[in-house]
């Protein structure tokens, strides 16, 4: 068992953008999930994929598009979207876009 050092943070500035690029840091990863931190440069995103679990995407700052089965979502900071397991889906930054993606490794019940 492992201890997590208890630490109270600035979620926005623990990433920083990157001209042309996505950075990722993990936040906590677990057996029943994962919570990642994402800094998305302008036109830059993550092609169509599918997962086999439902995530929220918490956006912080900026805005993107992310496209579920086809439907397009406008996701600005503040704003929550949920990504439903086995659908496909797509983020596109429209601007720079920083967003936490909490990813559940569990089936809904």
Known sequence: MSE???EVKQLVGLLEYQEGSIVSRSLLKAKGGSATLFAFAVGEGLSEHTA???????????????????????????????LPANK??????????????????????
Not at 53 to 73: M, T, Y
Not at 98 to 109: D, P, S, T
């Open 4 to 6: 997590a050092n208890s």
């Open 52 to 82: 086999p679990f439902d995530a929220l995407v918490v956006g912080l700052e900026g805005s993107a598009d992310i496209q579920i089965a086809g439907e397009h979502f406008s996701v600005g900071g503040g704003e929550i979207l949920t």
């Open 88 to 109: 496909p889906h797509s983020v596109r930054a429209v601007t720079q876009f920083k967003m936490l993606l909490i990813m559940i490794r569990a089936e809904a019940g």
